[in-house]
């Protein structure tokens, strides 16, 4: 029997196109999980209010910020679970090698990060829609966009959420190496956290979201959530690379 | 015999012996093509090389020729080939089986000669 | 040609040597039963075959390649074994149709109606399945994919008899009609041995034997007899196996290269001489201890 030359490209893509199908359940839950990051929104971001003589006021702030942050998290627990076992020999059922497993694992996430960035902004529009018309609104003021200003939150927002995504692959790819990484990693964020919060004046925390969040050409930002990002995903095939294919 | 009779057979000789007699009761005639080792395998069950083993038994005695690029045939003069190999193999097993019987019964040669004799004019009488 | 080439092929985990140096080939379209006992170290070897495991020292060639994570070795092998694990979220269905887009030999129709016949439910995840349905669905992957290198291990386990009938027709029709390089793994020689041409005999990570299953069947001769016959008859022979029988009488197994007047000699101590299944010679070969399992009890 003759043997058949393949081309990494088109397995990455059959990989890819796999995932795509039989990862269903992951945009399932996306949808969950920003109908449940509505609901919490409702409470509102902010406050205020005041009163004179016979006038009273109250402001209310409502943003779509909390929908995002859900869908960090989600896009970071998605990663590390494609990471587990189960997901990686999956792939190796049918032709792959670690290379192209990763390619394409990456390029799921890519493509659920703008999916999920895409959301994030459509949703927002439906929460604001559903507030107009549940709460008591004497008058709404809304930010209003321009193209350019939506487009660039949408990437933005699949930008943040491709950065969480990485850092879930990579804390994945380490727990499959050894599961002792399921402990010491939490440990080591959350003691950092706190240690650097117990001398009253926190700034860890502070400064990574500052290098990402306080940056004011989007440019910049992309560029350095893309180096972070790629540098998150080399490690992990790095890493792995140390790894038996499948047990 | 030095392996003992009732062991069983390999599979390349029980298919080398279908296939002669295939060729005894003329089922497969002079100058026909026999089975090809493939076709064995399906019809015995069995890895194409143990058939084709088989075939190559018979290849040996001369049973079955070679057509190159054609297959296997079979020898004119196959049955003969057949019936004198059988001959000297059953008869001979058969033979010495009976001679060892009769040395452990006591029995003398020449009573055993007049035996098989009368045997055998029995059997002709009764065929005829 | 040469599919699988090893020499001195070791794999170790810590200090226990699983794999220790072998070496050996398996030619071009062959069937080759590899057969050992349970933990014989079939399952790691076919595992480094098939690109899953790093081998510790030695060398593996797969297609003249080294096939640890390897396109090329990938792409023309298929390893089906029971732990083979499908995405959970593709129907049996859609999984076939998956497998047809990487094969390029796949054989769709086959596939079909393989899975018509075992009556698989198209619309059935792979999780849901019964053990012996997932080997069932596994073969019929494996058959159907016509890879150059099909491995299969243990391809059987859970299977009913007649399925199992089925499976090995099927594969051995599939062989005939398009001839591959099969690698089956079984520690029940008795099941598959028609259907080989090789067999790779290990034990405990050592190769014990590599040769045809024809040579196998003439591997060796047992004797049996009045217990001090046999003793008397095997004093200077390396016996493979030994065991006593019962009422006086015991049962040797010696290699089958006993000159003519040895088994002459045999006859005349009024020893009989049998033939072995390759079956026996395995478990006999494989054995830890030359009396079997009956050494276990005997105490005295």
């Known amino acids: 029997m003759y043997l058949t030359e393949v081309k990494s490209w088109d397995i990455v893509k059959k990989q890819y196109r796999y995932k795509l199908k039989s990862y269903f359940g992951v945009f399932t839950s996306l949808v969950f999980i920003q109908l449940l990051a509505i609901f919490f929104s409702f409470n509102g971001t902010g406050m205020s209010g005041g009163a004179s003589n016979s006038i009273s006021y109250e402001v209310n702030y409502y943003s779509g910020d909390i929908i995002l942050v859900f869908m960090m998290i989600w896009a970071f627990i998605t990663a590390i679970i494609i990471t587990t076992k189960a997901y990686r020999y999956d792939d190796f059922s049918f032709i792959t090698n670690r290379s192209i497993s990763h390619f394409s694992n990456i390029l799921f996430l890519l493509s659920v990060s703008i999916f999920a960035g895409i959301s994030v902004y459509l949703s927002t529009h439906l929460f604001q829609v559903l507030v107009f018309y549940l709460k008591d609104n004497f008058s709404i003021i809304k930010d209003t966009l321009s193209v350019t200003t939506w487009l660039t939150g949408i990437s933005a927002s699949t930008l943040y959420i491709f950065l969480f995504a990485s850092a879930g692959y990579f804390i994945g790819v380490l727990i499959q190496l050894h599961r002792g990484f399921a402990f010491i990693i939490p440990t080591f964020l959350f003691g950092g956290l706190i240690m650097d919060g117990l001398g009253g004046n926190p700034t860890l925390f502070m400064n990574v979201s500052k290098f990402f969040g306080a940056e004011t050409s989007f440019f910049l930002f992309a560029v350095k959530v893309l180096v972070v990002s790629i540098v998150l995903l080399l490690s992990s095939i790095g890493i792995s690379n140390r790894m038996e294919v499948r047990k | 015999m030095l392996i003992n009779a009732d062991s069983m057979k390999p599979i390349y000789v029980q298919i080398s012996e279908w296939l002669e007699n295939e060729i005894l009761n003329e089922t497969i ?55 004198r190999k059988r001959k000297n193999s059953k008869l001979n097993t058969l033979v010495n089986e009976l001679a060892r019987e009769a040395v452990q019964l006591q029995v003398e040669v020449d009573e055993l000669v007049t035996m098989i004799k009368d045997t055998h004019q029995k059997i002709k009488e009764e065929q005829a | 040609m040469n599919v699988v080439v ?134 019929i992957i494996g058959l159907a994919a016509r890879c150059p290198l099909t491995i299969m291990d243990e391809p059987t386990s859970g299977m009913d008899s007649g399925t199992r009938k089925d499976f090995y027709r099927a594969l051995l029709k599939e062989y005939i009609a398009h001839p591959r390089t099969i690698i089956l793994s079984s520690h029940l020689l008795d099941e598959v041995e028609d259907l080989l ?46 065991q006593d029988i019962g009422a006086n009488l015991s049962y040797a197994v010696v290699k089958n290269d006993r000159s003519i007047k040895e088994l002459e000699d045999a006859r005349q101590l009024g020893l009989e001489i049998t033939s072995v299944s390759a079956e026996d010679i395995c478990s006999y070969l494989t054995s830890k201890t030359k009396g079997g399992i009956d050494h276990v009890f005997n105490r005295g």
């Not at chain 2, 075939?55 to 057949?82: P, Q, S, T, W």
């Not at chain 3, 086959?110 to 069932?136: C, E, I, V, W």
């Not at chain 3, 040579?215 to 196996?241: C, F, M, N, P």
């Open chain 2, 29 to 83: 005639q002079a100058d026909e093509k026999v089975y090809s080792q493939y076709q064995l395998a399906e019809m015995f069950n069995v890895n194409p090389a143990t058939a084709g083993k088989g075939i190559n038994l018979l290849a040996d005695d001369n049973v079955l020729y070679k057509k190159r690029g054609l297959g296997m045939f079979v020898a004119a003069d196959a049955r003969e080939i057949i019936l």
């Open chain 3, 6 to 139: 090893c020499n001195n092929l070791t794999k170790q985990y810590g200090r226990s040597k699983v794999i220790h140096s072998m070496s050996f080939q398996l030619a071009e379209n062959k069937i080759t039963g590899l057969i050992g006992r349970n933990g014989a170290g079939k399952t790691t070897l076919l595992k480094i075959i098939a690109g899953y495991l790093h081998h510790s020292s030695g060398d593996v060639q797969v297609f003249s390649e080294n096939p640890f994570n390897n396109l090329k070795v990938s792409a023309n092998t298929i390893f089906i074994d029971n732990e083979m694990s499908f995405s959970q979220g593709l129907t049996l269905k859609e999984l076939l149709e998956t497998a047809g887009s990487f094969y390029q030999n796949w054989d769709h129709d086959l596939a079909l109606r393989l899975f018509d016949y075992f009556s698989l439910d198209p619309k059935q995840f792979h999780g849901n399945l019964s053990k012996g349905m997932q080997s069932t669905f596994n073969s």
């Open chain 3, 197 to 242: 041409e090789d067999v790779l005999l290990i034990k405990s990570g050592e190769k014990c034997l590599h040769l045809s299953i024809d040579s196998l069947r003439d591997y060796a001769i047992g004797v049996r007899g009045k217990t001090e016959k046999v003793q008397e008859w095997i004093d200077r022979i390396e016996t493979i196996h030994l």
